[in-house]
Structures are given as C-alpha cells and as structure tokens.
C-alpha cells in the first residue's frame, strides 16, 4: 500500500487529506484500457485503486494531482513489471 498526503479538499461533508492506493489487479488494468483520453484513465485508476467516490478524486486540484500522478506512475510501472 502507498499513502500520498496533500492539503485537505472538500466535498460535501467530507474532507481528504490523503489517499492510500492498493496494488492494481489486471482486472484494474484492463478496466482502465476501456476509458479513452489519458486525464479520465488517471482520475478512474485514482478513484478505483484509493477507493475513493470518482466524485471527491475531481475535486482535487491539477497542482496535488500532478504529485498523486507522479506516485499513480511508479505503482502502474511496479505492476507492469518496469522497474
């Protein structure tokens, strides 16, 4: 599991401070492959491998996401095998 932390971000009543993303399967992998454009795959993987609503993961500003982006990468390669 990775934890990432950022400022908190609100959506309705809740608040996030960070995400914990486990492993991806290749149920995940394969589901992402559905979505076209590289932004709505991200945000889906985000969503899906935190457990996070897809809802709440929107409302994360581009800043944090660029650094939530950059830890997704590493997990998605460490799944592929490319280290």
């Known amino acids: 599991m990775t934890t990432i932390t950022f400022p908190p971000v ?7 401070t960070s995400l914990t993303f486990r492993p991806p399967t290749l149920g995940d992998m ?7 454009g590289e932004i709505a795959k991200t945000v889906f ?5 935190s457990g996070v609503p897809i809802a709440h993961i929107r409302q994360i ?5 660029a650094a939530i982006v950059d830890r997704l990468g590493i997990i998605e390669e460490n799944a592929r095998g490319n280290r």
């Open 30 to 36: 394969e589901e992402s492959e559905r979505i076209t």
């Open 10 to 16: 609100a959506y309705g009543k809740q608040i996030l």
């Open 45 to 49: 993987l985000v969503a899906r491998l």
């Open 61 to 65: 500003p581009a800043t944090h996401f």
